[in-house]
């Protein structure tokens, strides 16, 4: 995963690259203390930064035209953009990138089996399909 706009449809070409996002007037919308503030802070200098507190209704802000533009975890762009009729995803591009792990016990056998396991199920579309079904079901 890692760091992507989310935007209103329609505004995908105007925000899908750092530069175009990191420009007086463009309004950046964050929830405050996390790693979505960090990241505007650091790479978004020139934008006006929007510090939103409640995060149930940050992405609202883009919607009603407050705000232009949210960089946020890939997923949970995905999953807003389904959420929120109007809001997209910008780019398909992320501008930084982010692994998940699992913490294991230092078990070699169980190790392979679970790298195995997670090779197979990204390579046969299971995580796809996964995802897809907990997206719809947050959506409900």
């Given at each position: 995963?890692?760091?992507t706009p989310i935007v209103r449809c329609g505004d995908e070409l105007r925000f899908?690259?750092?530069d175009e996002i990191n420009r007086p007037g463009v309004r950046v919308i964050v929830n405050p203390?996390?790693?979505?503030?960090?990241?505007?802070?650091?790479?978004?200098?020139r934008?006006?930064?929007?510090?939103?507190?409640?995060?149930?209704?940050?992405?609202?802000?883009?919607?009603t035209r407050r705000a232009d533009v949210m960089v946020t975890d890939d997923i949970e762009v995905d999953l807003?953009?389904?959420?929120?009729?109007?809001?997209c995803r910008a780019t398909a591009q992320m501008f930084t990138r982010s692994d998940k792990a699992w913490m294991l016990s230092p078990d070699p056998a169980l190790l392979?089996?679970?790298?195995?396991?997670?090779e197979q199920s990204l390579s046969n579309g299971k995580v796809r399909q996964t995802f897809?079904?907990?997206?719809?079901?947050?959506l409900r």
């Open positions: 995963g890692g760091k899908d690259t750092l203390g996390g790693t979505n503030e960090r990241f505007a802070r650091e790479q978004l200098s934008a006006q930064l929007v510090i939103h507190p409640d995060n149930r209704t940050v992405f609202d802000e883009i919607a807003q953009a389904r959420a929120h009729r109007g809001l392979e089996l679970i790298n195995r396991w997670t897809d079904a907990a997206m719809s079901s947050q």
